[in-house]
């Protein structure tokens, strides 16, 4: 089934937070989803250690020998295997980046994160090279957005991103106290406090961008059949 890696070659661009709501919105669908944590931090593991009552998987311990093997194993099993990966670019997130289905780059709406996307968008072309022209789908999202307003800055990197011929998701996170909220509190969106603010439109967020995935994987071609492991 399905494995969506969340990369990008920079901390704090979001990713963690990404695996976290987009694997809580599928959950809440219906769906089966492990969530491998790759990140040597450990934010989900963390997460997965609370009192929440989420049936979200999470899977830790996982190396550059082994990454390949365990998002196999889940996949076979699950309807989705999210993988949040650290911030740098390594082996072991090549690695990770040759089983994708999709991956998605979250891309903050600033003039220096456009610089880290175009990175994160050359290690995955350069992937695509070692798999010898098997491409793999990935996406841009924005996040940390203004719900009400798209910035002049945001528009200057949509216009950049088309240019380039770079695809972005139609969906942006945007900034949500309760996407905080649910790593603080150990807790799924759909169990936070009422009080919180913008629950709602952080609920309804989620379920969108949940939507526009499940549309993108069903809108794939089909699932390859043989996954390569990169050297
Ligand atoms: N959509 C969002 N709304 C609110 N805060 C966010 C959002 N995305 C990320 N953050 C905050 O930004 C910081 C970095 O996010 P994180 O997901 O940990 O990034 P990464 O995993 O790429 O290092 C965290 O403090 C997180 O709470
Ligand atoms: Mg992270």
């Given amino acids: 089934m399905p494995v969506i890696v969340t990369a990008s070659s920079k901390g704090g661009a979001g990713k963690s ?16 989803v492990t969530v491998i944590d ?26 550059e020998s082994n990454i390949i093997k365990v998002i196999r194993d889940h996949s076979v099993r699950r309807q989705f295997v999210l993988v949040d990966l650290e911030g740098t670019a390594n ?15 979250p891309l903050q709406a600033s003039a220096l ?26 996406r ?31 969906t942006r996170l945007h900034e949500r106290q309760a996407y ?13 406090d009422l009080s919180i603010n913008g629950l709602d439109g952080a609920l309804e ?3 969108r961008l949940a939507g526009e995935v499940v549309d993108f994987i069903t809108s794939l071609p089909s699932q390859r059949s043989v996954k390569h492991v990169s050297s």
């Fill in 38 to 63: 790759a990140d040597p931090n450990r934010p989900l593991v963390r997460w997965r250690g609370g009192k929440s009552a989420s049936t979200v998987d999470v899977v830790g311990d996982v190396t």
């Fill in 17 to 32: 937070t990404l695996t976290l709501v987009l694997a809580q919105a599928l959950d809440a669908m219906g769906a089966t």
């Fill in 205 to 207: 967020n989620a379920e």
């Fill in 91 to 105: 082996r072991l997130v090549s690695r990770a980046i040759t089983q994708a289905d999709l991956v998605l780059i």
């Fill in 140 to 170: 841009i999202i924005m996040t940390r957005t203004n719900p009400l307003i798209t910035t002049k800055i945001e528009a200057g990197i949509y216009k950049a991103l088309a240019d380039a011929d770079i695809s972005l998701m139609k």
């Fill in 113 to 138: 994160d456009s610089n880290e996307a175009s990175r994160a968008v050359g290690l995955i072309q350069e992937e695509e090279e070692a798999l010898e022209g098997r491409k793999i789908p990935y």
């Fill in 180 to 192: 905080k909220a649910i790593f603080v509190r150990r807790q799924a969106l759909n169990e936070l």
